[in-house]
């Protein structure tokens, strides 16, 4: 039983290990990529301008968010109000 429970534990482990190793591969090929790619202007250029419409839209996203959920609130509020006066 110690034996097996051993082999299983070692075998999870060096799963790990190479999965690991992949990992840390594949970060430095596409950091690799990524960079010889910036290093073309035009490419920069569509980069700069893809992160400025993805910050963009965040920041959209958050605000109509959280202006959804003080509406929410607002009308939650209006209602409990409401019911409290009748």
Do not use: C, W
């Amino acid at each position: 039983m110690f034996k097996q429970r051993l082999i299983e534990a070692l075998a999870y482990l060096i799963a790990l290990i190479i999965l690991l190793g992949l990992f840390s591969a594949g970060f430095s090929a596409a950091y690799v990529i990524v960079t010889a790619l910036l290093s073309i202007p035009a490419v920069g250029a569509i980069v700069k301008v893809g992160v400025t419409i993805a910050v963009v839209f965040v920041v959209t996203a958050l605000l109509i968010g959280l202006a959804d959920r003080l509406f929410r609130e607002h009308k939650h509020d209006q209602k409990n109000a409401k019911e409290e006066t009748h």
